[in-house]
């Protein structure tokens, strides 16, 4: 039996979703690649300039999407490597038989609920007092100095109990028989780390670089809290904030903030795939 | 006699290789027995210092919300030290801050942002992903293409021209910010859903339909109550999403209407009042909520977010 009969309900079912999901995604998306070749200050007002906002983005004087591009870059290998190790750690000593070891990963996954707003002025208030107290700073947590670093203390506070639930889920996938017979074999625990239990939670590293690149290439929320806007310390997402509206003195703002936009969209498209493919290539079927 | 006490003593090496992993051959029972208690008690003890470490932060808030302004920063690290009598003042920095920032209706709205936009999203999304999955045509297929791309595209690719879309359209209130968290959201959802609508067999839906079953009776009495734990991962991924979202609302709300992150956000003096005191009773007041209703559906939480990983 097929389901031609169904067509007709199409309205019923789809539509709604449909309405919403052009209104907030579809509509937006193609007029913002367009407004990218445009020069505007509000979408009814939009001049054809080709080319010069891309261009403008890379030759102006004071540009520094570069700079902020390779930040962005920098700071999410290093998140990915610390916020993935140490998931995968906690995971792999959380699955061995301890006491407590619902309650650690209760503590341990929490942040993940509180919102990228309230996290990063907690940890603006703490980090501002370390820094006043143990480095003798006088203005305390300033962005500019340690903002960074600050933003990589949180990350890794926030993200890692998340993983850590993925990866809990994959390592309580492998089949017992498996790491039995190894044993058997006379495998060191470190063999079996390193040849069965890495191996077989491949899809869960796939996942888990996928959500922790995406989240930290993403970022807005905790940066902004915790470093506020400033070109030292903005990553991409926030630069294009920064370029959208605080400066609509410069003519060309919202056109270069929009070039931006498409320029960090085409980037996040070709990691996102790349990813995929890379580390789906070593998944191991069981 | 010994020949018993040997095989208790294999018995326990049995056990105890089990859990060090070790082989059993090269090693004496006891030394192994201890390596493994010590070995887990050092695991343990990590442990244990971590999750200390990781609560810390929330510790130093609560404990500071309660201190007199002046006791949260004066001078060098005052926010460190232990609450003390002259220090304490009890629920002011509540009452105060939330009537300066307008902490209730904060709540209000927060509330009834998240809880409609995630109803919405989990019956219409599983809908129209049940009805793309199961109606194979040419446009049914691009939809499908449609909502998994819209998962790839970072927000600030549409921030401007939804908010500006959103204002000529007169969206910017409450439902029309619901109607838009319905549409932002709806890529993952629709995904997610398709992922477990192929999964379940269409046996089921043909014999409703032979017996008579519309499509929507079909869908409501057959398929939605098989798609349930579905639903909770969704709702639970979507719930952390909209709760917590600040860029959206600030766009697409006028500003005297806040969320929760908005209202944190106010207070900190970028956009009006700067009290330590008040920032810090806030924040409490902003994790308060979150952390109960993760500790009265933790299950279904962590259960959901290893099986949306799965997925998404």
Known sequence: ?286 | MSDINQNEIDELAKSVNATTAKPQKEVNPKSAKLMATISTVVTFCIMVVLSIAWLTPIFLIVMNSFKKKLAIREGKGMAFELLTKDSFTGWSNYVEGAEKVGMRSAIINSVLITVFAVICLVLLTSMAAWFITRVKTKYTTVIYFLFVFSMVVPFQMVMYTMSSIANMLHLNSVPGLIVLYVGFGAGMCVFMFSGFVKAIPFDVEEAAMIDGCTPLQTFFRIVLPMLKPTCITVAILETMWIWNDYLLPKLILPTEVKTIPIAIDACTGSHGVKNLGWLMAMLVIAIVPIIVFYLLCQKHIIKGVAAGAVKG
Request: with cysteine.
């Open chain 1, 1 to 286: 039996m097929n389901t031609k009969s169904y067509r007709k309900y199409f309205p019923i079912f789809v539509l709604p979703t449909l309405l919403a999901f052009t209104l907030a995604f579809i509509a937006p998306f193609i007029m913002g690649l367009y407004l990218s070749f445009c020069k505007f200050k509000t979408v009814k007002d939009a001049t054809w300039v080709g080319f010069t906002n891309y261009i403008k983005i890379f030759t102006a004087k004071d540009a520094t999407f570069v700079d902020t591009l390779l930040r962005t870059t920098k700071f999410t290998i290093l998140g990915v490597i610390i916020i993935n190790v140490g998931a995968f750690l906690l995971a792999y000593f959380l699955t061995k038989k301890l006491p407590g070891t619902n309650v650690f990963r209760t503590i341990f996954f929490m942040p993940n609920l509180i919102g990228g707003i309230v996290l990063g002025y907690i940890w603006k208030e703490i980090l501002d007092t370390f820094c006043q107290k143990f480095l003798g700073h006088v203005f305390g947590y300033s962005g500019a100095n340690y903002g960074f670093w600050g933003l990589l203390i949180v990350m890794s506070w926030q993200l890692m109990g998340y993983m850590m639930i993925i990866y809990i889920a994959g390592i309580q996938n492998i089949p017992e028989d498996v790491l039995e017979a190894a044993r058997i074999d006379g495998a060191k625990p470190i063999q079996i780390l390193g040849k069965i239990t890495l191996p077989l939670v491949m899809p869960s590293i796939t996942i888990c670089m996928f959500l922790s690149i995406s989240n930290l290439f993403k970022l807005y929320d905790q940066n902004y809290a915790l470093n506020g806007f400033s070109t030292k310390t903005n990553l991409v997402a926030m630069d294009i904030y920064d370029t959208f509206y605080n400066h609509s003195v410069d003519e060309f703002a919202e056109g270069t903030g929009q070039a931006k936009a498409v320029i960090f969209f085409l980037l996040v498209a070709v990691i996102t795939f790349l990813q995929l493919r890379l580390t789906r290539s070593k998944e191991v079927e069981q």
